[in-house]
């Protein structure tokens, strides 16, 4: 499957910004699909996470209650959602696919196809 990521960009402080992205495939409901984020200098890290009927999403706390990923199985998009920004979002944010799993998944390593990846900036 191919991920395409878009939406990133330059927003201040307090801002928000909503990624997609778009999967190729006539399966993509039955993925399981999550986003990572890497900083310069940092490991990637864990975003959210949503199963494939978007009942169930998982986030860590960094993130909790500013961020929300849904999904839309009729456009074949998955979608973050970001509200209050911090410069500490400051990252690449990449997609990530689960082709032989629908459930939320939380490691990188669970999955098995990634997006190119869309920078967001967060100014303070």
């Known amino acids: 499957v191919q991920l395409q990521a878009s939406g990133g960009g330059l927003v201040q402080a307090g801002g928000s910004l909503r990624l997609s992205c778009a999967a190729s495939?006539?399966?993509?409901?039955?993925?399981?699909m999550g986003w990572f984020r890497q900083a310069p200098g940092k490991e990637r890290e864990f975003v959210a996470a949503?199963?494939?009927?978007?009942?169930?999403?998982y986030s860590p706390d960094s993130v909790r209650g500013r961020f929300t990923i849904s999904r839309d199985n009729a456009k074949n998009t998955v979608y973050l959602q970001m509200n209050s920004l911090k410069p500490e979002d400051t990252a690449v944010y990449y997609c990530?696919?689960?082709?032989?799993?629908?459930?939320?998944?939380?490691?990188?390593?669970?999955?098995?196809?990634w997006g190119q990846g869309t920078l967001v900036t967060v100014s303070s």
């Open positions: 495939g006539r399966t993509f409901s039955s993925y399981g």
């Open positions: 949503i199963n494939w009927n978007g009942v169930s999403t």
């Open positions: 990530a696919a689960r082709t032989s799993g629908t459930y939320a998944y939380t490691q990188a390593f669970q999955y098995d196809s």
